[in-house]
């Protein structure tokens, strides 16, 4: 996965040298996560800067750089540390376009990874993406394959808007096939990552490949055939990629990371609710994380997040056998 | 002394006093100072009739500071302020109809009637808003000098706030990132003595606003903001400086606001009295440099006459203009929400 993120900034900063990456350790340290390993020595430190600890600032500088015409690449090491910058985001890039009448567009991305990863506590363990999706002038994008990573990544780049660009801690070594050659994926079209005919169920990110899919697999051996879908992008949503699954299966369950109020499912569940109402033969089901700040102890970490049984729970309900 | 010679050694002395700049630039500041003036006290009136909107803050008092900081910089160098920005939006050249249209909130307004008085902005004149979110904008300030420094390019970025605006944290993030980085901005201080209702000694720990740079090791000039020129020479050092260096400054540029913190508000009351405005205005950037251009003998009487006239009726104009454009049609509602 670092390696299919790495290649995509590389290829667009060879591309064009309007881009440039920074962030906290991004440079001579390689990256926290390593994502931008060998760029400083590539492209050296005017393109690929570390930046002090001052979120708001540096983003800010970006934001700036982008009104003029620079591409910036924002690298925050978590996106619990864009809260510090939550400002900049919110009533800076996100507005420039509309406020200023369409006199300055914001050609930035931020990325940096998203969620939890194990017994790091409250602050350093949340999944933001419905925070970010609820505001207009934001794209907001969650890779859930190092092929999608890659692919999406270039897009976000070569966007002329702010992109929120979510990745997952604990993916960073996972493995997978990247294609050969220069290809990008367009934003708001998601996969059919499995075709079924009992179930939808949508998900995206680490909880699509960690625990979504495995639920998939045992219901499967129950003889439960699920539809998963994988929207990609969180805005703009493939809304009917969703709405023909729905209406082939006619349950959906959406499964995600972060918290149940307000949270990116209950606006797919609206959404569904309305335009497929009569396709519907059960409530649609959710499965989130719990309604609560993640505790640190292991045990109760892991009754917080989703999980297999939760996943399979929530099928199960969806079909009444539950 | 020979009479060629005293009249040599006065036109120096003139010169010394006008700091060598052209009479016709010195006319056209004391025109863009009366313009604000005007165009302000306009304003005032239009939003008593209700007929401008939301939240508006008037620059009247602190016109010197607009006149004589643009006019230090070329056209292609950026400028961005806070929401306080009718006045620098002014002098930066933007029309003075389309910022009554935008008031008004008509179509032709310098953003289609999408930003406000806060939020005005011109890409052809670089002039990168109009925010309002105290002390956000001032790292946009000095992104657009990165911008410069990464492209190798010799502009500057005029950076503008508020006194109340060097106390939040993205004020002291910008500033150390501009001075580590070396990036051509120069942040001006427009310190009108209240944030809003909170005097200074109320809100920051230190009043002398300059000794912030320190921290930074920025460089630092204040000066006193009701003379044109006084500001000009200020802005002008920074200017040159960091299109030598890339090296930012901060400036502190001493002013008072005539009106209240925005239409809402009073202008004087429970913050400040009637009598301290009364003083201040004794100061008035407009008087002060009428004076100076009738002391130099640049102008006469009849100039002022003359030049209030012109002014009045370009405001008046202006105003038709924009009461005759058109109001934003509905389907502008979805448009620059995302760049195509």
Redesign the interface.
Known sequence: MREALNQAMDEEMSRDDRVFLMGEEVAQYNGAYKVSQGLLAKYGPARVIDTPIAESGFAGIGIGAAMVGLRPIVEFMTWNFSLVAYDQLINHAAKMLSMSGGNFHVPIVFRAPGGAAHNLGATHSQALESLFAHIPGLKVVMPSTPKDAKGLLKTAIRDNNPVIFIESEVMYGEKGEIPEGEYTIPFGVGQVVQEGTDVTIVSWSKILQHITLKAVHRLQEEGISVEVIDPRTIRPMDWELIYNSVRKTNRLVIVEEGWPFAGVGAQISHQVQHDCFDALDAPIERVTQEDVPLPYAHNLEVASLPNIQKVIRAVKKAMYKG | MKSTEKEASMSQKIQDTLLGIPADTLLRWYDEMLLIRRFEEKCAQLYGMGKIGGFCHLYNGQEAIAAGSIGAIEAND?V?TAYRDHGLALSKGIDPKNIFAELLGKST???????GSM?I???SKNF????A?VG?????????????K??GEKNVCLCFMGDGATNI??FH??L??AA?WKLPVIFIIENNKYGMGTGIERASAVETLLKKAAAYGMRSEACEGNNVLTVYRTVKAAVDHARKTYEPSLLEIQTYRYRGHSMSDPVSGHYRTKEEVEEQKKLDPLTVFAEVLKKERLVTEEYFETAEKRIKKDIEASVEFAENSPIPPLEELY??????
């Open positions: 950026y961005i307004g310098t953003t289609k009637g999408k930003g939020h902005f011109d890409k990168l808003g109009g925010h979110i956000g904008h001032i790292s946009l300030g000095a992104g657009a000098a990165f911008a410069i990464y492209r944290g993205n993030e910008s150390n990132l580590l448009t620059d929400v995302f760049f195509e």
